[in-house]
């Protein structure tokens, strides 16, 4: 990989980028601008990243590292891109070690901008990035926050563990680069819903919300404007998202129920609580001496044969998730199949947790089941196989 640095003062967080890239097992060469080093320093990029670092087109012209580094790249990633940057890659310029290397590599390129708001917002700026994005390259929104000196707004540079989250991405899913979304509205759920017992204890599972949020981003990555309604998320959202908090089952069904209605793709990630108690305790409920509780249960509301049964669009996808406890691939695709008929969605996508698998995990082992009777089997990083998801959703919505 090559991770090229402009010089902004954001350069400082792609220190801890670096390292989480290096700590996953990627060799990573780290080609700084000439402004950059005024932020960060050559010794500080090697000792991170265990390798030498190319500056400029001279040094060890013997074996032109212009060409070379570009050339053996799998993965090029700016952070910070400067409006400057931007300007020279979008103009094709050539005029330093970094731009030679956007211009010769074939790999994916993701960028991610870091400006005062106002440069972000100039129009000169905003062509720039749309002519990158139209060229193939990843061009990721900055975030809105605290910039230099008492600034704040749109032009903060994205955390570096959401852009690992895109790094990880684009390297297990070439569709990532593809912004095939733009203008289609996304509402994804994620996480787990509970169910009040009393005032401190609740029914409820253990997901993450980790795959969710990976679909929030993947859509939002590929253009989409995107809704994520959480329930207890173990993980920060994107910042690139609208998030709609939720904590029990009905009040993920009624924010879903309204937030689909706008909606071109609907995916319920959430792992919802099946069942709810007939009646909750206004008080902690106490030890009794007794050895044994009594709670009685009922249904929760289905939410997934909810907004398959009262679409609002016309060619609107449902996906739904399915999280099963059967270690068989065929008895599990079997009852998978069955679900997604009695669900009435127009993608499942079926998991095996046996043992605790899955939850908070990095990595997924998923079938996606089709209503047309299709079967594909997706395994790795959640980054990557949300990108899967999405493109069965495109060949859907294509095919509508």
């Given amino acids: 990989m090559v991770l090229g640095v402009a010089g902004g003062i954001a350069a400082y967080k792609a220190c801890t980028l670096l390292r989480r890239l290096s700590e996953a097992g990627h060799g990573v060469t780290v080609v700084p601008t000439e402004n950059a080093l005024r932020f960060?320093?050559?010794?500080?990029w090697q000792a991170l990243s265990g390798r030498p670092v190319s500056t400029d087109v001279w040094t060890g012209s013997d074996v032109v590292p212009h060409v070379r580094l570009g050339r053996a790249a799998d993965l090029v990633v700016v952070a910070p891109a400067t409006a400057d940057l931007l300007a020279r890659a979008a103009a094709g310029r050539a005029?330093?070690?970094l731009t030679n290397v956007l211009l010769t590599t074939t790999a994916p390129v993701l960028m991610a901008p870091a400006m005062h708001t106002e440069m972000w917002q100039h129009p000169a700026t905003r062509d720039n990035v749309a002519l990158l994005r139209r060229r193939g390259t990843v061009v990721v929104d900055p975030d809105s926050g605290r910039l230099t000196g008492v600034d704040t707004g749109p032009g903060r540079l994205p955390e570096p563990d959401e852009l690992y989250a895109q790094c990880q991405a684009l390297l297990g899913a070439p569709s990532a680069?593809?912004?095939d979304l733009e203008g289609q509205r996304v509402v994804v759920s994620a996480g787990g819903t509970r169910e009040a017992l009393d005032p401190v204890r609740f029914l409820g599972n253990?997901?993450?919300?980790?795959?969710?949020?990976?679909l929030a981003r993947a859509a939002a990555l590929r253009g989409a404007r995107v809704t994520l309604v959480g329930a207890h998320l173990d993980v920060p959202p994107p910042s690139s998202v609208r998030v709609v908090g939720v904590g029990s089952t009905e009040q993920l069904a009624e924010a879903m129920r309204v937030e689909a209605a706008s909606a071109d793709v609907v995916v319920m990630a959430a792992a919802v609580a099946d069942w709810t108690p007939v009646e909750r305790s206004g008080s902690k409920i106490k030890k009794s001496g007794e050895d044994e509780l009594t709670v009685r249960l009922r249904q929760t509301t289905d939410v997934l044969a909810g907004l398959s049964a009262t679409r609002a669009r016309p060619g609107q996808v449902v996906v739904g998730f399915a999280a099963e406890t059967i270690a068989d691939p065929v008895e599990r695709a079997e009852v998978g199949a069955a679900k997604l008929r009695r669900k009435g969605c127009d993608l499942l996508v079926v998991n095996d947790v046996s043992g605790g698998a899955v939850f908070g995990s990095a990595d997924t082992a998923v079938t996606v089941l089709g209503a047309d009777g299709s079967a594909v089997d997706h395994t790795g990083a959640k980054e990557a196989v949300a990108h899967h998801i999405l493109d069965a959703v495109r060949r859907l919505r294509g095919a509508g």
């Fill in 177 to 179: 680069a593809v912004r």
């Fill in 206 to 214: 253990a997901s993450s919300g980790r795959m969710g949020v990976a």
């Fill in 95 to 97: 005029d330093d070690l």
């Fill in 40 to 44: 960060v320093g050559v010794d500080t």
